[in-house]
């Protein structure tokens, strides 16, 4: 039996940051399948058993169950000394990139590809055009921060840049525009993540593409 279990579907961001740290430390770890778009994470038993919040990821670890992909990340990293924040200035800083990954930039990322890919009926295009003008701002803020940086906190990578990975390598038709087009930077630091040993692609790491 693996050390890890990650609950995860392969369309999903949030669960992408936990998949990907899992394969950059070189856990052994196993993907266990949530059919999101049957509605498990909607279910009773979903909520009581695997996740009161009712989200993916969740990673299962020595009889534990964590959510929320930043603790996940923090968790991970502790353990095997990878992508840690070294010091107080460089915690609190990862953290801060990570709430405004969450909140900012992959937290509006992941709702407005669902609505423009998944939703039925797609997304109401007054909604879509709110998402697209804060997702607009937001990656430029990010792709400023990035200017002249390798990595977000500097030189060395960390779980402030496994976070912002989550939506940013599905392909440019699932938003209709290109990221690493309109934001430079940002298409350097992709790659720079992309060339990590252990980096995979979210619809080859994790079960669910194409969609059963
Ligand atoms: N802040 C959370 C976000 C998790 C999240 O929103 N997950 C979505 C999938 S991408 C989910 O499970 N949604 C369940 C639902 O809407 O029922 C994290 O980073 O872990």
Redesign the pocket.
Known sequence: MPEYELYCFAQ????YRAALMLNLIGADWKPVFVD?FKGQ??TPEYRGEINEM????VLAHNGRKL????VILTYLARRSGKYLPQGDDEELEALRWIIYD?QKVNGFL?PYRFLKNFAKPAGDPAVLAFFKGRIDGNLGITNKRLEGRKFLLGERPTIADVSLAGYLYYPAEEFGFDIAKDHPAIGAWRERVRALPGWKHPYELMPGYPIP
């Open positions: 999903s961001g949030n669960a999101f994470t909607r009712g989200e993916v990821p959510t929320q992909s930043g969450n992941g």
